[in-house]
C-alpha cells in the first residue's frame, strides 16, 4: 500500500517522535557539585557580610595624633555641647554657693533636756537653802528665783510642768536660730566661698525651716570663742520670762553651750551640684557640608569626639530604607565576588569542585582572614596597612602551597577585593597587597628548604612597602607635616606584615600540609633521605628492589623534568614504590641473587597472590610509617590494572595441558587503581621498561628505544592512563628522557682480552739503545 502522508507530515511525526536535547546549563544545574558549589556561595556571600556588617555604621578609623590629609566634611547639620562654655557656667554658679551648715542635734538634745528637768532641783527642797551647796552656787539660785523656778513642778509628778517644758523647747529653738561655730569651720567656710563668709544653716526644726530659709542672711553668726557676745545674745532670749530666772538660764546655757551648727561638706556638695543642674548647656550648631577638620590638623580628643557626634547624628538621621540599603548592596558585592570564585573552580579548578571539603576549607581561610583584618583595623585603626596586607599575603602563600601559583594569585586578589571593600581604603591601597602577593607567589613554586617561606616573606615585604611609598606619595599631600612620617610607618608596617606572614606560613607548615592534603618539596626532600626507617628496611631486607628503585629514581625524575612535572615527587614515589617487597623478598627475581626461582614450586594462582600482594603491603606499610598520600598513590598505582603476564601464561599453559578452562584475564591483573597523575604515570613506564630492559642479553642505543616504546604505548593501549591527563606530546617527550637514561645506564664497555700478555717495554734500555746507534 502506498504511502500517503505528505513530507511535512513525516517530519512533523519525526520531531515529535526526537528526544529535545537538554540545554547543558540545565544538566549543570541538577549535579550534585553545583549543590555544593551554591551552598558554599551563599554561606560564603552571608558570613562575609555579618563580619563586614559593623563597618557599614562604624566611622573612617581615625585616632588621636593623627594628621589629616583629606578635609573631613560633616554629611548633615548638628550640634554638639559646648563643654568649655557649659562648664565655666557651672563652675560660677557653683562658685556662688555658699557654704552649708547643718545643726548639732545632739547638743540641742542635751541642752533641752537639761532645761526641761530644771524644775525639778527644786522638788526635795522646802527653800534655797535646802539645796544642796554646789547645785545652788553652780546654778546662781536666789530665794526668789527658786520661789519662781518651784512654782513649774507639778506637786503631783514631781517633774515640771507643760508649761515649762513648751518654754523650753521654743527657747532652745530660738537659741538654735542663731549660728554659734567654731573659728575652723568659720575659716573653711570663708576658703571655700573666697570672701567674707556667708552661711546657710539648716534649721532642725521643720516649722522654722522655712523661716530660717528666708531669714538665713540675718542670722546671727557667733564665735564659740566669744563668750560676751553669747552671754549678750543668750541674755535677748530670755527676756520673755521671769526677771529672777534670766541669770539662771543664760548661766545654765553658758555652761552647757558649744557650737549649735557644723561646716556640712556633703550639703555644701549636693547644693553646688543642684545649683550647676540648672545650668542651661550651651551648644554649638554646625552646618551641612561644614568642614569640621582641614587639612593638616593633628586630630585631637575634642575633635574625634565632634566626629563622633555629626557620625551619631547621620545615623539617626536616616530612614529605615536608608539604614538597610547599604546593607543588600554588601550582601549583593559578597555574593557576586562569591559566584565569581566558584566559576572559576569550575573552570580552572575542578578538584575542588568534586571534594566539598576543600570548598569548606578554601571558604573557610578566606573567612578567616577577612575577620583578621576586621578585627585588627577596628582595634587599631593606625594599623590599617598591616589588616589590609597581612591576611591576604598569608592566605595566598597558603594556597600557592596546597594548589598553584595562578590559583593562589586568584584568590589573593579575591581577598584583597573583599577587604577592601570591608575596611573602605581606596583602590590605590589595594594595590600595596596585590604587588606583594605577586612577588611572594612567583616564587613559591616549590618550598625545598626551611628558610625559603621566610625569604619569601621578606622580599614580599619590600614590595608591599615599596608601593606603600609609592602610593603614600602619590596619594597623600607630603606638604602637611607629619604625612611623611606616616608614609614611613605605613611602609614599615606592610615590611613587617610581609616578613610575619612568612615566619607564620613557615611555622604552621605541617598544618597546612595536612589541612590541604598536599606535600610540599621541603618535606619530599626528608623522604628522599636514605636514613628514613623505611628505605633503610627496604635496603636491608630487600637489597634487588632498593637498587632496582633507585635505577628507577634516575628515570623518572628525569622524564619528569622533560614535561615540567615534578621531578622530586617522581623520585621520591620510585623509592618508595616497591617497599611491599619487604614481606616476602625472595618471591621476587631481583632479591634471589641467582638462586632458585621459589615461584618454581606453585601453582600461578600462588604465585598471583604473592606478586599482587606487594602492592597492598606496601600501602600498609606506608601507612603504618605515616608517608602522605601522594606518595601512598605511587605505591598502589604503580602497576595500575595491568596483567601479570608471566602467571597469566603459565596459568594458560598448565589449563591447557590438563584440558581445563582457561583462566580469565581479568583475574590476573592487579587490582589498581590507575595512575591519577603524570607522575604516577611516569613511575608505571620506568617500572616497566627498567625491568625488561634488564632481561635483554644485549641491550644498545636502538633496542632500548624500541623496547621503551613498545611498553609505552602497551600501556596506552591497555587504558592505564586514562585517569591521568598524560598527552601523547608528554609520552613521547618521555620516552625520548627514559631512552636517555637507559642508555646511560647500559652503555657499552670493551671488551678486554682474558689470555694475551701484556707487553712491558723498559724505557732505559729503549734510551739506552738510541745511545748506542748513535
Request: glycine share 6%; with cysteine.
Amino acid at each position: 500500500m502506498a504511502n500517503t502522508k505528505s513530507s511535512k507530515a513525516r517530519r512533523r511525526e519525526v520531531r515529535r517522535t526526537l528526544q529535545k536535547p537538554t540545554a547543558a546549563w540545565r544538566e549543570l544545574l541538577r549535579t550534585r557539585e553545583m549543590a555544593w558549589a551554591s551552598t558554599f556561595a551563599l554561606v560564603f556571600a552571608v558570613v562575609g557580610t555579618l563580619i563586614a556588617w559593623p563597618t557599614l555604621d562604624s566611622e573612617t578609623p581615625l585616632e588621636a595624633g593623627q594628621v589629616v590629609t583629606r578635609p573631613i566634611v560633616s554629611r548633615v547639620a548638628f550640634s554638639i555641647t559646648d563643654l568649655d562654655a557649659t562648664e565655666l557656667d557651672r563652675r560660677e554658679r557653683a562658685n556662688q554657693i555658699p557654704p552649708q551648715f547643718e545643726a548639732n542635734r545632739q547638743l540641742r538634745f542635751e541642752i533641752e533636756s537639761a532645761l526641761k528637768a530644771l524644775p525639778e532641783v527644786t522638788r526635795d527642797a522646802a527653800t534655797v537653802a535646802d539645796l544642796d551647796p554646789q547645785t545652788r552656787e553652780d546654778l546662781g539660785l536666789t530665794p526668789d528665783a527658786f520661789t519662781d523656778l518651784a512654782r513649774y513642778v507639778d506637786p503631783d509628778t514631781g517633774v515640771a510642768n507643760a508649761q515649762w517644758q513648751s518654754d523650753m523647747r521654743k527657747l532652745v529653738r530660738d537659741l538654735f536660730s542663731t549660728a554659734i561655730i567654731t573659728p575652723d569651720d568659720m575659716q573653711t567656710a570663708e576658703q571655700l566661698s573666697g570672701r567674707p563668709v556667708r552661711l546657710v544653716i539648716t534649721h532642725p526644726d521643720p516649722e522654722v525651716r522655712g523661716q530660717a530659709q528666708r531669714l538665713k542672711q540675718d542670722w546671727a553668726v557667733l564665735s564659740i570663742e566669744d563668750p560676751e557676745r553669747l552671754r549678750a545674745e543668750f541674755t535677748e532670749l530670755v527676756l520673755r520670762y521671769e526677771v529672777s530666772l534670766r541669770p539662771v538660764l543664760v548661766d545654765f546655757i553658758m555652761h552647757r553651750i558649744g557650737p549649735t551648727y557644723h561646716f556640712s561638706e556633703s550639703a555644701t556638695a549636693a547644693a553646688k551640684r543642684a545649683a550647676t543642674d540648672q545650668v542651661e548647656t550651651h551648644r554649638i550648631d554646625f552646618a551641612a557640608n561644614q568642614v569640621i577638620v582641614a587639612v593638616g590638623d593633628t586630630l585631637t580628643t575634642e575633635q574625634l569626639a565632634l566626629l563622633q557626634a555629626e557620625h551619631e547624628q547621620y545615623l539617626g538621621s536616616r530612614s529605615p530604607t536608608q539604614r538597610w540599603l547599604p546593607r543588600a548592596g554588601l550582601f549583593g558585592l559578597v555574593l557576586m565576588i562569591a559566584v565569581g570564585m566558584w566559576a572559576y573552580f569550575f573552570v580552572y579548578a575542578p578538584r575542588i569542585v568534586r571534594n566539598p571539603m576543600r570548598g569548606m576549607a578554601i571558604t573557610g581561610l578566606l573567612l578567616l582572614c577577612l575577620s583578621a583584618s576586621v578585627t585588627t583595623a577596628t582595634i587599631k585603626p593606625e594599623f590599617i596597612i598591616f589588616a589590609l596586607t597581612f591576611p591576604a599575603l598569608f592566605a595566598s602563600m597558603v594556597l600557592a602551597i596546597a594548589y598553584d601559583q595562578r590559583f593562589a594569585l586568584a584568590m589573593g586578589v579575591v581577598l584583597a577585593v573583599l577587604v577592601g571593600i570591608a575596611l573602605r581604603v581606596p583602590l590605590a591601597q589595594t594595590l600595596v597587597i596585590l604587588a606583594g602577593m605577586g612577588v611572594a607567589v612567583m616564587q613559591l613554586r616549590e618550598i625545598r628548604s626551611r628558610s625559603k617561606l621566610v625569604i619569601v616573606g621578606v622580599y614580599a615585604g619590600l614590595a608591599m612597602a615599596t608601593a606603600s611609598t609609592i602610593v603614600g606619595l602619590a596619594d597623600r599631600p607630603v606638604h602637611v607635616e607629619g604625612v611623611p612620617w606616616l608614609i614611613f610607618m605605613d611602609a614599615g608596617l606592610a615590611f613587617f606584615s610581609g616578613f610575619l606572614a612568612g615566619l607564620l606560613v613557615q611555622g604552621i607548615l605541617p598544618v597546612v600540609e595536612r589541612a590541604f592534603n598536599v606535600t610540599t618539596a621541603m618535606t619530599l626532600k626528608e623522604l628522599n633521605d636514605a636514613s628514613h626507617p623505611l628505605l633503610q628496611k627496604l635496603a636491608h631486607e630487600a637489597p634487588g628492589t632498593y637498587q632496582h628503585s633507585l635505577r628507577i629514581a634516575d628515570m623518572a625524575e628525569a622524564a619528569a623534568e622533560a614535561i615540567d612535572a615534578d621531578g622530586l615527587l617522581c623520585r621520591v614515589g620510585a623509592m618508595y614504590h616497591d617497599v611491599g617487597k619487604t614481606h616476602k623478598p625472595m618471591y621476587f627475581i631481583e632479591n634471589q641473587g641467582g638462586g632458585p626461582n621459589k615461584h618454581a614450586k606453585l601453582p600461578p594462582a600462588m604465585s598471583l597472590l604473592i606478586i599482587v600482594g606487594h602492592v597492598k603491603d606496601g600501602v600498609e606499610m606506608a601507612r603504618e610509617f605515616g608517608l602522605p598520600p601522594v606518595i601512598r598513590h605511587f605505591i598502589e598505582s604503580h602497576h595500575g590494572t595491568t596483567l601479570v603476564e608471566y602467571f597469566f601464561a603459565q596459568a594458560k599453559k598448565n589449563t591447557l595441558a590438563e584440558d581445563k578452562p582457561c583462566p580469565s584475564e581479568f583475574e590476573y591483573r592487579y587490582p589498581g587503581p590507575k595512575p591519577r597523575t603524570r607522575e604516577a604515570a611516569i613511575l608505571m613506564i620506568c617500572d616497566a621498561v627498567e625491568g625488561a630492559a634488564r632481561a635483554m642479553d644485549e641491550p644498545n642505543a636502538n633496542r632500548l628505544e624500541t623496547l621503551v616504546r613498545n611498553m609505552a604505548n602497551k600501556r596506552l593501549m591497555d587504558g592505564q592512563f586514562d585517569d591521568c591527563d598524560l598527552t601523547l606530546q608528554d609520552l613521547s617527550r618521555i620516552e625520548q628522557a627514559v631512552t636517555k637514561s637507559l642508555c646511560a645506564m647500559y652503555h657499552s664497555r670493551i671488551k678486554y682480552p682474558d689470555n694475551e700478555k701484556t707487553q712491558v717495554i723498559d724505557m732505559d734500555a729503549v734510551h739506552k739503545g738510541r745511545s748506542t746507534a748513535g
